[in-house]
C-alpha cells in the first residue's frame, strides 16, 4: 500500500510541533519567573490575554494586578473594587464565540486577537453598564455566551461600553 502524499510534510509538521512546544515552554517559563505578568493555568491564549489587558488598563492609567492562582472566580485582575473578567478571542476561532461571562466583576474586558495575537479592537464595559443593558431589555442575561459580536456598533460593548480600534490600541502603545 503506498502512503498518502501528505504523507512527505510529516518532517515538516513534526519540526513545527516542536517549535510549538519551545515556545509554549518559554512562556511557561516566563510565567514561573514573572506570574504577576503571564502567569495562570495552561491556557496560553488566557495568559496572553490577561498580560495585555493588564498593559491595556495600565495605559488607560489604572493598575491592576492578576489575582493569584490558576483558576479565579469571575476576575482575572484586580485593584481595589475594581474586578476585571478579560476574555480573549482569536481570528483562530472560527464562530467567534467563547464561554459565558462568570458573575464576580465589576469592569469586563474582551479582546479580538487578530495576526500574531495582538489586539484588532479591545472592548470594555462595566457591571453598570451591562446593568443599565439588562433594565433596557437590551441584554437578556447577567451571564451572556461572550462573542466578538459584542464590540460591534449594535453589540453589548458597542452599544452599552467603549470599544477601542486598532488606531486607538496602537496610540495606547498596547
Known amino acids: 500500500m503506498t502512503p498518502p502524499q501528505s504523507q512527505s510534510r510529516d518532517d ?14 518559554r512562556i511557561l517559563a516566563i510565567g514561573r519567573d514573572v506570574p504577576e505578568r503571564i502567569g495562570g493555568n495552561d491556557n496560553i491564549i488566557g495568559r496572553i490575554g490577561e498580560f495585555l489587558g493588564l498593559r491595556f488598563l495600565e495605559a488607560l492609567g489604572q493598575r491592576p494586578e492578576k489575582v493569584e492562582g490558576a483558576s479565579n472566580p469571575g476576575y482575572d485582575l484586580v485593584e481595589g473594587d475594581c474586578r476585571t473578567q478579560v476574555k480573549a478571542i ?11 461571562l462568570t458573575p464576580g466583576w465589576t469592569q469586563f474586558l474582551l479582546m479580538e486577537l487578530g495576526e500574531h495575537y495582538t489586539p484588532d479592537r479591545i472592548g470594555l464595559l ?10 433596557a431589555g437590551f441584554a437578556k442575561t447577567e451571564t451572556p455566551v461572550v462573542s466578538l459580536t459584542m464590540l460591534g456598533a449594535k453589540g453589548l460593548i458597542g452599544s452599552y461600553g467603549r470599544v477601542y480600534d486598532l488606531e486607538e490600541i496602537e496610540a495606547l502603545g498596547i
Request: proline share 0%; aromatic share 2%; charged share 30%.
Open 12 to 25: 515538516e509538521i513534526k519540526q513545527a510541533i516542536e517549535a510549538y512546544l519551545q515556545v509554549r515552554k
Open 126 to 135: 462595566t457591571l453598570e453598564q451591562q446593568q443599565l443593558a439588562l433594565d
Open 90 to 100: 482569536t481570528h483562530e476561532n472560527q464562530r467567534g464565540r467563547s464561554v459565558r
